[in-house]
């Protein structure tokens, strides 16, 4: 693996994420909620195998898989919908992308100086975060 994601990142900043959570038919009150969070992400990296934890005071997610291996994504306590998602290298970057109901759906994780950066696509909307080592 050409990087390492591990470790514990706070989110400092979000862009879009209100018509993302629409893109996935979040209801107007969990949309209130979750866009008022600060979660971190705490990823535990060996290798091509990953382990990535969102947390917040509202909701956590786990997602744990290997680069270049599908697997079933079930999005429990997010939008509760089953993916089969396969995450690859591009460069430097970790590459997600989520086949089911939803058109276009997946993101992309790197690191850029001290940060680390997400984007999470769904069908038109484009929901841009950085997080930084807490
Ligand atoms: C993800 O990150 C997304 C993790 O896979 C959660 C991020 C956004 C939530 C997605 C949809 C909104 C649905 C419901 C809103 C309810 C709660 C929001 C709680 C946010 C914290 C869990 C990509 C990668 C690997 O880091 O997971």
């Known amino acids: 693996a050409p990087v390492d994601f591990s470790g514990t990142w706070g989110l400092v900043s979000s862009e879009n994420f209100e018509n993302y959570m ?8 969990t ?24 947390l917040s005071t509202f909701r956590n997610y786990l997602v744990e898989f290997k680069v270049g291996e599908e697997y079933e994504e079930d999005t429990k ?11 690859t290298w591009d460069n ?30 769904c069908e038109d909307q484009l929901c841009k975060q950085v997080y930084q080592k807490v």
């Open 22 to 29: 629409k893109s996935l038919d979040i209801d107007f009150m």
């Open 31 to 54: 949309r209130k909620v979750a866009k008022m969070l600060t979660p971190q992400k705490v990823i535990e990296q060996q290798g091509d195998k990953f382990s990535i934890r969102t």
């Open 77 to 87: 306590g997010l939008d509760n919908r089953k993916l089969l998602s396969l995450v």
């Open 92 to 121: 430097e970057r970790l590459v997600c992308v989520q086949k089911g109901e939803k058109k276009n759906r997946g993101w992309t994780h790197w690191i850029q100086g001290d940060e680390l950066h997400l984007e999470l696509t």
